[in-house]
């Protein structure tokens, strides 16, 4: 042996294998293990799948009752042929974790507050503020209360047991390319993770308040009542309510007192309002779009249902496509990986959607703490003793991080000296919130695709409880009907839009809205239903619905008026205004402006620009400049109206919504924040804030036409990210127009996440796309393959078909068995 | 003709030892050792042959795939890593980090089993 080259040489392996076997840090993240993840045989090679490979099989589920058909068509959705319904959760859950698992696995670990299990230490804030949320606690609560119904716990179970197949089969050099990447492995899927997924969906449909009522605290502090009331108005004068104006009620059942001190210390100007910025906030635009007509207004005389939520668009999909045919019910649709059964989809008797209620079910309460131990608290008149929950969040290459989280009467203590930042300092917010009082979970939709008429649309939906839905309906007998359905606490004018003081019960909520009061329309005889996040009603209604921000007015403007106007309905047409990119704000909005512009001395080149709007079809679609004119404008005049005056706050304000600002330019008033505030030796009017914009718009739009940016498709430049937001595993530069305000509601990365369409004809008609592919690798032909389709405004066929059917059909693709032995 | 046995031997045991996909990626470093003492050639052709066995089967191996795959995924990891896209590229990466792993420890190898005094006259 030459020791010394032997030595230098052994050495020299061992060093480069750890090297290779270490991950590297570069930038702020870290690389894979390159020799780990470059190994053909282990690493990420072995996720590229063959373009033209098989997805036929024959696979063994020991706890299968019977034998489980399924057939894969062009498109890789599953279509699932059982002989009960546990076996076909149980194969659903298996499909899921086949083609998701990562997806599964990570949304459901967000919610857990566990991110910096994966991803290091700095996501720490963002696991304290699940945690401190409830989240856990929640799903927990939930799985408790929904467990008592046997069938879902079946369901649920089977399903579990389906994914965990699949993991337990999985050979390590098997596992999804994302695990690969993180360096990190599967672990086993329990019943509990469907309830933290369900919860993710209500956090992010209903959780916007917990940053925005701070935001609005300030906001009323800053201000004073009164003029935050003007300023912050809930009358909205174009609304076009889900349930028309001029509908009568039925006087409240719940009589909702405000509490006497409500003057001096809710509405007054107390300068106690905290705020705070949290690490994640539910997208403003997370709404939908769904609607309904009647036999009466279409061509085939079979009603149509139409369906869009818009939400955070990502690969993978949150959606993945399936039927399920056993012999008590066949539905087709869009599932949740995470979570047995069909979300929005249909049967052959009925179909239905959803839309967000965007009703306030989330509050904060105001407490005192006898100290930082947080085991005591102050309410009504005596110390109560809270229920300290340690919360341990391990850190990947890093010591675990505990925290504590107090829970009250009213919820989870969320801010609190250990959890703070500069404007909450020194206070305990307690969340109240009606996702932490359990509920029946999924039992509604698993109702809804067993539902064969109204009545049993009804009963399903009034189990519903969060995040409140507008649940469109369909049924062959003809029948369509919308009803706003969730636990909707009972409020008296303002309730709950602010921190609320918490040192007794006198501001506690004081009802949930039974569900018979809960806003509905069935057969109307206009010939359709519909909603868009608007207020389900206008003022005649007798609870608080919440304040205005919260709810979009145009979109259910244009849905409307266009319902009224059609007729001879097909489902090509509505294909057509599912995808329509008219601007519904800009046609009452672009009036205003110009009438302002033409009162103003412009430049050449403002006048340009001026012409481009003037000259602008309305419509959003991708190679309009008129659209971003008018977008660059009215950007600038939110600026030019609010930023001077909002900007001397020292915490942060929400900016008054667009509908505000357009109310006032219409009146055309003289206007105190027009006024620039740091001219004091100046006076600026509305017109002068319009110049102001014109100016700032003219330099921004010669700039982008300089960059060939300023037709509206390259302008926003959509896209769609991956949930760990890596480039190339995401979707750039999408050729998609719509935006704000537009039934298409594409955004920059937001937007319909589910486009859908069923005709009940006998043989029912249905279409439906979705920004993603069935698979959720990345090194699938699926998993992206939808999303040109989706971008042009086009549809799939869906295919429904009995068994007999899809076993003949030439569009499945492939068969997969399930057996028990 | 040893050069040759050396790297097939290489890159079948390192085939064969990559298909448990329990074992650690790096389990070839130990074929590869072994070959290069069980088939002594001088330090020099032991790394060329170890590098090659392995170069060859990664590189072959990732090319035979990204066929497949129609260079789907090759793509958008040599864009992650950052490789300016190019799929032969990673490929050849691939064969280069595989090789220089196996090459070091043939040459570990080989050292091993060499007396201070080389002898001369071994040929492939």
Sequence with gaps: MRIVPFIISAVGAAGLIAVLNTQLPVGGSKTPRLGYFLSPQQGFWQNAEPVNGSHDGNIKLVGLKAKVDVYMDERLVPHIYAENDV???????????????????????????????????????????????????????????????????AAIDAYAQGVNDYISKLEPQQIPFEYKLLDYKPEAWTAQKTYLFLMFMSYDLTARGVTNDLKMTNA????????????????????????????????????????????????????????AIAPVVPDKNNGSNNWAVAGS???????????????????????????????????????????PAVIIGFNDSIAWGVTNAGRDVIDYYDMKFKDSTLEQYWYNDVWNKADVKEEVIKVKGKPDVIDHVAYTAFGPVMYDPSYKNESTKGKYLALKWTAHEGGQGLQTFYDLNRARNFDDYLTAIHKWTCPGQNFVFVSKSGDIAIKQQGAFVARWNRQGDFIMPGEDNQYMWQGIIPNTENPMMKNPARGFVSSANQKSTDDSYPYYLGAASDFPVYRGVIINKKLAAMNNITAADIQEMQTDNYNVFAEMARPVLLKFASE????????????????????????????????????????????????????????????????????????????????????????????????????????????????????????????????????????????????????????????????MTDEIEAYGVYPGGQSGNPGSKYYDDFVDTWAAGKYYRILFLKKIAAAKSAQMKWHLTFTNS | MKFLSALLLTALLAFATGLYGALPWWSFAITSFIVAIAIHQKAGKAFLAGF???????????????????????????????LGGSYWVLILLTGIIGGLVSGLTALAGSYMRQTPKPKQSESI
Aim: net charge negative.
């Design chain 1, 87 to 153: 076996d076909a959760y149980y194969t659903q859950g298996y499909l899921h974790a086949k083609y998701r698992l990562w997806q599964m696995e990570f949304q459901t670990h967000v919610a857990a507050g566990r991110l910096s299990e994966i991803v290091g230490p700095d996501r720490i804030d963002t696991d304290k503020f699940f945690r401190r949320m409830g989240m856990v606690y929640a799903a927990e609560k939930t799985m408790k209360e929904a467990s008592k119904n046997k069938e879902i716990k």
């Design chain 1, 220 to 275: 009323r502090n800053y201000f004073g009542y009164e003029d935050f009331d003007q300023l912050y108005t809930n009358v909205q004068d174009s609304l076009d309510p889900i349930v028309p104006k001029g509908t009568a009620y039925t006087p409240a059942s719940i009589s909702v007192t405000a509490p006497a001190s409500v003057d001096s210390l809710y509405y007054g100007k107390t300068n106690s309002g905290g705020a």
């Design chain 1, 297 to 339: 207004k279409t061509k085939s005389g079979r009603p149509i249902l139409a369906n869009d939520p818009h939400l955070g668009l990502n690969l993978p999909s949150l959606w993945y496509e399936v039927q399920i045919t056993t012999p008590t019910h066949s539905t087709y649709g869009a599932s949740f990986p995470g979570s």
């Design chain 1, 600 to 759: 103003i001395a412009l430049t050449t080149e403002e006048k340009k620009y001026i012409g481009v709007l003037q000259s602008w079809n309305l419509r959003n679609d991708v190679g309009e400049q008129g659209a971003t004119v008018f977008r660059a404008i009215w950007d600038s005049l939110e600026t030019a109206i609010w930023k001077d005056e909002f900007e001397r706050s020292p915490l942060p304000l929400p900016w008054p919504d667009e509908p505000i600002l357009l109310d006032i330019m219409l009146r055309d008033s003289v206007y105190y924040f027009a006024d620039n505030a740091n001219t004091p030796d100046k006076t600026e009017t509305l017109r002068d804030a319009v110049s102001m914009a014109i100016q700032k718009a003219t330099k921004a739009c010669a700039e982008l036409e300089k960059n060939e940016e300023l037709a509206w498709g390259k302008f926003k430049d959509s896209r769609i990210n991956h949930l760990l937001k890596i480039d190339p595993l995401s979707r750039l530069h999408l050729p998609i127009g719509g935006g704000v305000h537009i039934i298409n509601a594409t955004t920059k990365t937001h937007g319909p996440s589910w486009r859908m369409i069923v005709h």
């Design chain 2, 52 to 82: 090659a066995g392995l170069f060859l089967l990664w590189s072959i191996l990732a090319f035979l795939i990204d066929n497949a795959n129609d260079h789907i995924l090759a793509t958008k990891v040599a864009t992650i890593l950052p």
